[in-house]
């Protein structure tokens, strides 16, 4: 549940501070206050080249950082498409290209911009204090911005806020089968539309699963009477997934997962274990979590007296055998990982959720398909025991 304090922004004024405040009953949920915002449109941009050495490097990373209207500074980092033009133009095409283009800050922090060449939509600042007002700002982790389809500058932060949450509940799953709904809705100022989507979290673990999947989400233009259009759009939502959702959940509870999938699972499991990008390491709990799961997951531990050696190095005779786990136990397998352990190059957050989509809404009944000659219940796993799931063992 969401408590807004509401201003009235009939007077706004272009730039102008003011404190906007959102209280939450949930501790998940981290808004950040905008104390001010400012749109500039034509927009004097001066560029410059930073070099920064890198510990353990031999040479330098470049990094193109920007001052704009000779008062907002920001440095682009080395991933950026900013810094990486540098490669194929210099600094004078570059300050060329973004001079007298659209800049939004909040809070002094560059969140989006549009180079001189755009002439796009740009909402005026009445509108972009009601998107504040009425959903918000809020701090969100780097795993959640591909998933929430956010691709602004600000790395730590997202035009975003919660807006309502409804229980969903699934007897068969006991103490883990209660889940939360809740939906959120992006905004961006050079967006006409503000986009609903939906995640979905269980209760026992916290793990979250984030709807990437069209019918479940929306937009809401933002046109007359936008307010009561975000309303009977969470309203349409939550019944969707009051519909869909918590009886694919029943059902994923007795249907097999497939070796393919379980494969798949225990390679992301291995890669962050596995993963070298980061200088600190793999933190110890989330090593030993990883191995868990590995174990739990891998097809090849559990089935190898069962099915002959292609069943495990064929791609396509493996997405059509069943395995030793359900699917609910893979979707918990899956935002398990994601909610977490540290994503690594080859195991992304984004790819974990696709598949935990995947699983939930397996709209075209692709899987019954694949399965329907085998005519054999789900073995029972400690994984669907949420107290069980990664320190016990697994019964074959």
């Known amino acids: 549940m969401i408590v807004l304090v509401v201003m009235n922004t009939a007077n706004a004024l272009p730039n102008q501070e003011r404190k906007v405040t959102t209280l939450n009953l949930s501790n998940k949920i981290v808004p950040i206050e905008v104390s001010k915002f400012a749109m500039l449109r034509n927009a004097r941009v001066a560029v410059d080249v930073h070099k920064v050495v890198k510990d353990g490097a031999k040479e330098p990373t470049l990094l193109a950082s920007i001052v704009v209207n000779d008062k907002f500074r920001h440095v682009f980092n080395a991933k950026s498409r900013i810094t990486r033009a540098l490669t194929h133009m210099t600094p004078k095409d570059l300050q060329d290209r973004l001079n007298g283009g659209s800049f939004f800050f909040v809070n002094d922090t560059l969140v989006d911009f549009r180079d001189v060449q755009y002439n796009g ?8 204090q009601k998107m504040i007002d009425l959903i918000g700002v809020r701090a969100v982790q780097h795993r959640d911005r591909r998933a929430l389809g956010l691709n602004t500058v600000a790395a730590d932060f997202a035009l975003s806020g919660y807006y309502n949450r409804a229980p969903i509940i699934v007897p068969e799953y006991l103490t ?3 889940f939360e709904s809740a939906l959120m809705y992006n905004w961006n100022p050079f967006y006409q539309n503000i986009r609903g989507v939906f995640e979905l979290v269980r209760q026992i673990c916290s793990n979250g699963m984030v709807g990437v999947s069209d019918f479940l989400n929306t937009t809401v233009p933002v046109i007359n009477k936008w307010e009561e259009h975000l309303e009977i759009a969470s309203r349409q939502i939550q019944n969707k997934v009051g519909d869909k959702v918590t009886a694919r959940l029943s059902q994923m509870g007795t249907e097999r ?36 799961i590995y174990k739990i997951v891998n097809p090849v531990f559990h089935l190898a007296s ?19 786990l359900s699917t609910f136990d893979a979707f918990n397998i899956a935002t398990e990982m994601y909610t977490h352990s540290q994503e690594s190059d ?40 949420a107290d069980t799931a990664f320190f016990g063992t697994v019964k074959a």
Do not use: C, M, W
């Not at 997962?257 to 274990?273: K, Y």
């Open 121 to 128: 939509f740009v909402h005026n600042e009445e509108s972009i």
């Open 176 to 178: 883990g089968g209660v």
């Open 257 to 292: 997962a497939t070796i393919g999938e379980l494969q798949l699972l225990a390679n992301h499991a291995v890669s962050r274990i596995t993963d070298s990008s980061n200088p600190e390491g793999v933190p110890a709990d989330q090593r030993d979590r990883l191995n868990n």
């Open 306 to 324: 069962r099915y002959q050696a292609g069943a495990f190095t064929d791609a396509n005779v493996a997405a059509q055998l069943p395995a030793h």
């Open 346 to 385: 080859t195991s992304s957050g984004f790819a974990l959720q696709k598949f935990a989509n995947g699983l939930l809404f397996d709209q075209k009944n692709k899987r019954a398909q694949r399965l329907s000659r085998a005519f054999v219940e789900p073995l029972l796993s400690s994984f669907s025991d």
